[in-house]
C-alpha cells in the first residue's frame, strides 16, 4: 500500500510541477509580459530551482538505498540506524521524498498557473513551500514517522554544532552531501534579500552583488573543514584527516574566487579560479577513487579491490571515468561570460550535474565502506584462527578450512584474489 501511495504523491507532484514550470518559461518569453513579473518569476524559479535540487538529492539517497539493499550492503549499521524504527526501512524513507515532491508540484503549479490569493500570494508562494517543509519535517509531535524525523534533526544538529561532537561516518557523509547543495545553501541569501529589500529591483540580490551568496555557498566546505579537523583532534591521525582538510581548504578557495569574479570580473581573478579549480578537480577525484572508493589496488586482480559488492566491474569502471568528469563542470563557468545571468543558467546546469556525481558518489562511498568492514572482520577472524584456542573456541568440532578456489563465495560480496 505504501509503494502506492507514495507513487500517487510523486505522479501528482510532477504533473503539477511541470505544468508550473512550462507556465513560468512561457512568462519569461512573453513579450506582452511585464518586466515586473518577469524578474519576480526568474527569481521564483531561481528559489524552486534550489528546492528542486535539495529534492533530487533525496531521491537519489533512496535510489542508492535500493542499490545497497539489492546488494546486500548493510547502510543500516553504517549509519548506525536501528533496523527497528522506520529511519531504517526503505519504504518509509520513500515516504518523504514523494510528499515534498507533491508539496514542490502543487506550489509551482499554483504559483504559476492560477490567480488564487492574488498578488500577495503569487509573491509567497515559495514562502509557504519552505515553512511546509520544515513543519513537516521538525514538527515536534509524535506522527509522521517521528522518530525518524528526530534522527534526522539530531544528524544535522551534529552537522551545525560540529567542533562540539564526535565525528561519525554518516556526519561526514551528510556534510558531503551538503557540499554539491551549494546552490541550494546561496538560494538563502537570495530568498530574505528579495523579501526584505523589496521587488523592485530583484536583480541586487544576485551573484554579481553579494560577497554573502558566496559565503552561504562555502559553508557547506566550511563545515567539512571543521570536521576533519575535528577527527584528527580526536585521534591524532595526519593523514587522512588533515590531508581531507587541505583538500576542501582548496575548495573553498576555488568558491570565493569565483565569486569575486562574478563581482569584479577582471583577468587575475578569472585566472586563480582556474588554477584553484584544476588543482581542486585533480586532488579531488585522486582522493575520490583511492581513499573514499578504496579502489586501485595493486595487489587485486584488475586493479580494483580485494572485496565487491558489485558483480559487473564496469560499475567501477564507470564510476571512474564518469567522476573525474562530472567534477570538471566547472569549465563552464570559464565558458560562458559572467554577464549574462550564468549564475540563473549556467550554475544550475552545474549545480544538477553535481547532484547527479553526488548521488554516484554516495553509493561507491558507502559500498567500499561495508566492503572494508567485511575486510576487517574477515582479517580480525585469521588473527583469532592463528592460534591454537582461537581455532578451538571458534570451530571446536571442525578442521582447518581447506583453500578456497579464484572466488570464494560470500553471498553477493565477491572476493578478489
Not at 117 to 136: C, Q
Not at 170 to 177: K, M
Amino acid at each position: 500500500m505504501s509503494n502506492i501511495v507514495n507513487g500517487l504523491l510523486t505522479g501528482v507532484g510532477l504533473i503539477f510541477g511541470v505544468m508550473g514550470t512550462v507556465s513560468a518559461v512561457q512568462d519569461l518569453l512573453d513579450e506582452d509580459s511585464s518586466d515586473d513579473k518577469q524578474k519576480v518569476v526568474s527569481s521564483h524559479m531561481q528559489i524552486y530551482a534550489g528546492y528542486f535540487l535539495m529534492l533530487l538529492m533525496a531521491w537519489l539517497l533512496m535510489l542508492a538505498c535500493r542499490v545497497w539493499s539489492e546488494r546486500e550492503v548493510n547502510y543500516q549499521l553504517i549509519f548506525e540506524l536501528d533496523p527497528r524504527l522506520s529511519c531504517g526501512k526503505l519504504k518509509a524513507l520513500t515516504q518523504f521524498p514523494s510528499l515534498f515532491t507533491l508539496l514542490f508540484g502543487v506550489a509551482v503549479f499554483l504559483n504559476f498557473n492560477t490567480e488564487l490569493g492574488g498578488e500577495v500570494m503569487f509573491l509567497y508562494y515559495p514562502v509557504v513551500l519552505i515553512a511546509a517543509t520544515l513543519l513537516v519535517l521538525f514538527l515536534p509531535l509524535p506522527v509522521l514517522h517521528h522518530r525518524s524525523r528526530l534522527w534526522f534533526a539530531v544528524a544535522h544538529w551534529h552537522l551545525l554544532m560540529v567542533p562540539f561532537y564526535p565525528v561519525t561516518f554518516s556526519d561526514a557523509l551528510l556534510g558531503d552531501i551538503y557540499t554539491s547543495l551549494r546552490y541550494s545553501f546561496s538560494d538563502i541569501e537570495l530568498l530574505f534579500c528579495v523579501y526584505i529589500e523589496g521587488w523592485e529591483e530583484p536583480e541586487r540580490c544576485g551573484s554579481s552583488r553579494s560577497r554573502l551568496m558566496g559565503f552561504l555557498s562555502a559553508l557547506p566546505f566550511v563545515w567539512r573543514t571543521i570536521q576533519c579537523l575535528r577527527r584528527w583532534f580526536d585521534t591524532r591521525d595526519a593523514f587522512p584527516h588533515l590531508a581531507n582538510w587541505l583538500k576542501y581548504v582548496i575548495t573553498i578557495g576555488t568558491v570565493v574566487a569565483l565569486s569575486e569574479y562574478r563581482i569584479h570580473g577582471g583577468g587575475v581573478t578569472l585566472s586563480f579560479f582556474i588554477s584553484l579549480s584544476v588543482l581542486s578537480t585533480i586532488y579531488s577525484s585522486y582522493w575520490d577513487m583511492v581513499i573514499d572508493f578504496q579502489l586501485g589496488h595493486r595487489q587485486s586482480r584488475h586493479y580494483l579491490r580485494e572485496i565487491l559488492a558489485f558483480d559487473s566491474l564496469w560499475w567501477y569502471k564507470g564510476a571512474i571515468i564518469i567522476n573525474p568528469i562530472l567534477r570538471m563542470t566547472w569549465i563552464l563557468f570559464v565558458i560562458f561570460d559572467p554577464n549574462i545571468q550564468h549564475s540563473n543558467i549556467v550554475s544550475f546546469i552545474v549545480a544538477l550535474l553535481e547532484v547527479f556525481r553526488r548521488g554516484l558518489w554516495v553509493v561507491f562511498r558507502v559500498e567500499s565502506e561495508h566492503c572494508a568492514n567485511i575486510a576487517r572482520r574477515r582479517e580480525k577472524e585469521r588473527r583469532d584462527l592463528s592460534s591454537p584456542r582461537g581455532l578451538w573456541e571458534a570451530n571446536p568440532s571442525r578442521d582447518l578450512p581447506s583453500p578456497g578456489g579464484l572466488w570464494e563465495d560470500t553471498g553477493s560480496v565477491r572476493i578478489m584474489t
